[in-house]
């Protein structure tokens, strides 16, 4: 069992930066691969960016490609995601997900808002 808990988000500036946090506790961390999925108001949830277990490899969906970066911290338990050069469009309420074979788990979700 693992129990995730996000933080970091809020209101910013277009053009601005945040940087999110997911801390896990229970065991195991690191033999989960960790992503970030984001949800806007009125549309599907849609996977932002991967991480392996070990931090080797990163995917990222192409419409954050060179602005968001996943990294995780597996002695603290916590996975990241920077996000730079932030737009409108980007707003959106942001979950943590762990996933190892059939197991998977949510975090509540932080809401990131972009707006001037």
């Known amino acids: 069992q693992v129990q995730l808990v996000e933080s970091g988000g809020g209101l910013v500036q277009p053009g601005g930066s945040l940087r999110l946090s997911c801390a896990a506790s229970?065991?195991?961390?690191?033999?989960?691969?960790m992503r970030w999925y984001r949800q806007a108001p009125g549309k599907e949830r849609e996977l932002v960016a991967t991480?392996?277990?070990?931090?080797?490899?990163?995917a990222y969906a192409d419409s954050v490609k060179g602005r968001f970066t996943i990294s995780r911290d597996n002695a603290k338990n916590t996975v990241y995601l920077q996000m730079n050069s932030l737009k409108s469009e980007d707003t959106a309420v942001y979950y943590c997900?762990?996933?190892?074979?059939?197991?998977?788990?949510w975090g509540q979700g932080t809401q990131v808002t972009v707006s001037s």
């Open positions: 991480i392996t277990s070990a931090g080797g490899s990163t």
């Open positions: 997900n762990a996933l190892r074979n059939m197991y998977e788990y």
């Open positions: 229970g065991s195991g961390f690191s033999s989960y691969a």
